[in-house]
């Protein structure tokens, strides 16, 4: 089944491109079928990149899926063309509203500063308020996982003597719970952040549950115990050259940075880098499509709404 994106919207070339089952709106129209409804909050500089990254993986699944991009009304991007914003996203005004089956939250430039010094915190404190009520699952991905953590559990986050960046062994705690049904025992994925979360808090926490960390890159993936949250460190979601380009920024800006470890072929930036988290990607988006999205959410969300109201 295909994934249903806004009408010219870029990203849609590319996954065709790629194989990728994409419908417009117009055609989806005419389909009489319950859609999934899914809001992305794109907090991403690079935001047509990130929309190729993630749409690749909601596409790859029998679902059908109608996508809605989520942009801050309290932050101006200035990697992005303002008619792109225009054309394809909406501010949280325009669509609080609406119930969605499942939702992503990803990372932003902005991890060195304190959560409430964010210009757009208390923006996306409100929507992640918003979204216990009204998305069935939500997906936190790198800084987005690390607000989910502080906003909605108390875990802060502590920055690192330097750059967390590359591709790490990581083991999965519990291989029984559906978000990783049928990962290996040892898989590997990008991280790319200044900070991270304590290990033995989110262990300790009674409404958490560690499902996925790294020896040398620490938590990866979080669990809340009711199914709502799902909060993710690194970038599963990364392309083989992103923590490429990211590094070339970084030397580009004058900035001391080590190269991203256990990527380059023989450590060497010089040589092309190769994907070797790409199945586990899928299998994850895969699951979390599935097992916590599509046999969670209401058939009819008007439904539920009306069965509360009686409680």
């Known amino acids: 089944m295909p994934i249903n994106i806004p009408k010219n919207l870029p990203a849609g070339e590319h996954l ?8 417009e709106e117009d055609r989806a129209r005419t ?5 999934l409804n899914f809001l992305i909050f794109n907090l991403m500089p690079e935001k047509e990149k990130t929309e190729l990254q993630l749409l690749r993986l909601l596409g ?40 969605f089956d499942g939702m992503i939250i990803t990372g932003a430039p902005v991890e060195k500063m304190e959560f409430e010094d964010v210009n757009y ?28 953590l502080y906003h909605h559990y108390g875990i802060g986050k502590f920055e690192l003597p330097e750059k967390c960046s590359g ?22 994925a990008p991280h790319s952040r200044y ?18 960390y790294s020896e040398d890159a620490g938590v990866f993936i979080v669990q809340s115990k009711d199914n709502k949250n799902i909060m993710i460190t690194g970038h599963l979601e990364y392309d083989a050259t992103t923590l490429a380009d990211e590094y070339s920024r970084d030397i580009e ?34 699951n979390w499509l ?16 009306e069965i509360e109201y009686h409680i």
Not at 31 to 35: L, V
Not at 140 to 145: K, L
Not at 195 to 208: A, F, G, K, Y
């Open 121 to 148: 915190w208390d923006e996306i404190a409100e929507i992640m308020d918003w979204s216990t009520k009204n998305v069935t699952s939500v997906l936190h991905i790198c800084w987005g996982a690390q607000a989910a």
């Open 16 to 23: 065709r491109e790629e194989k990728i089952f994409v419908m």
């Open 253 to 286: 800006k004058g900035i001391d940075v080590a190269v991203p470890v256990n990527y380059f072929p023989n450590n060497d930036p010089e040589k092309e880098p190769i994907n070797t988290w790409r199945a586990h990607t899928h299998l994850l988006f895969s």
């Open 31 to 35: 389909q009489q079928i319950r859609p």
């Open 195 to 212: 900070t991270s979360v304590s290990i033995d808090e989110v262990r300790n926490h009674p409404d958490l549950r560690l499902l996925s």
């Open 60 to 99: 790859n699944t029998p679902l059908q899926v109608n996508i809605t991009f989520l942009n801050t009304a309290t932050h101006k991007s200035k990697n992005v063309s303002k008619s792109h914003l225009q054309l394809f996203y909406s501010t949280f005004d325009e669509i609080r509203h609406r119930r």
């Open 290 to 305: 599935n097992y916590y999205v599509y046999q969670e959410t209401p058939y009819e969300w008007d439904f539920v709404e």
């Open 167 to 188: 591709v790490y062994s990581h083991v999965i705690t519990d291989l029984t719970v559906d978000l990783v049904r049928g990962f290996s025992d040892l898989f590997t």
